[in-house]
């Protein structure tokens, strides 16, 4: 944490939003640990806080809104991987504004402080949220992440080590937990797509061949009668 500490001293708030955009460009760069040094700093006094935060509020923004415009441009090919996004995407549009905004909330604010919240802004362009919606909710929730994290070692500079520790591993955990659903859900699609029936036209019935042929009339009956034949006709 010396180095970290150093390190902030030195560059101010861009290594913030460096830190920050890494991270949420999907690098496995964690931003927590320089976050709460920054708060640690800040009570010291040798840090600005409220800098420090706009500063990785403003790189997760950024990283967000390229994935945002990923998503977008690539929108066929996310609803592929996701099939389930058609149903979120069909009941986000019935709901009402608040109720959109509470839940891309919810989501973006999850995707910051879980691995591979990339995913989140994906979706969200491949919805076709709106950009300012997006922008506003995801620069919201990025100020609270960022607060969150500074606030922690703003209140527990003295052990900071131990915060981080402490930290570190909720990150492993949330990471470990990630890859287990993540690999329920590709055995559901997997199980899934295989117990998909096959439909197959059934056999034609034998003696249902001729039922549907128009009943001969008398022409017909004659041509195939030789004894009839001659009695038809001037």
């Avoid at 500490?5 to 560059?11: C, M, Q």
């Avoid at 861009?14 to 976050?35: D, M, N, R």
């Avoid at 019935?94 to 891309?104: C, I, K, P, S």
């Avoid at 969200?124 to 997006?134: I, Y």
């Amino acid at each position: 944490m010396n180095q970290i500490t150093e390190f902030l001293i030195a560059h101010g708030g861009l290594i913030l939003f460096a830190i920050a955009f890494a991270e949420q460009s999907g690098l496995p760069l964690p931003g927590a640990p320089w976050l709460i040094a920054a708060g640690a700093l800040a009570a010291s006094g040798k840090f600005d806080l409220i800098a420090g935060i706009s500063w990785a509020a403003l790189g997760c923004v950024a990283a967000d809104a390229i994935w945002f415009f990923v998503g977008h441009r690539g929108k066929a090919r996310v609803f592929r991987m996701f099939p389930h996004l058609e149903a979120v995407q069909v009941k986000l549009q019935r709901a009402t504004l608040a109720r959109t905004v509470l839940h891309g909330t919810r989501m973006l604010t999850m995707a910051k402080f879980l691995p591979f919240g990339t995913v989140i802004p994906v979706h969200a362009g491949a919805m076709e949220v709106g950009r300012l919606r997006f922008l506003l909710v995801d620069a919201f929730c990025s100020v609270v992440y960022s607060a969150v994290y500074a606030a922690l070692g703003f209140a527990f500079h003295d052990q900071l080590e131990q915060v981080v520790a402490f930290i570190q591993s909720l990150s492993a955990v949330s990471l470990v937990l990630l890859a287990t659903l993540a690999g329920i859900y590709v055995a559901y699609r997997l199980l899934k797509r295989r117990r998909k029936p096959v439909t197959v036209a059934p056999p034609a019935q034998p003696g249902l061949e001729g039922a549907h042929e128009p009943p001969a009339g008398p022409a017909q009956e004659a041509s195939h009668d030789p004894d009839r034949a001659g009695c038809i006709g001037p």
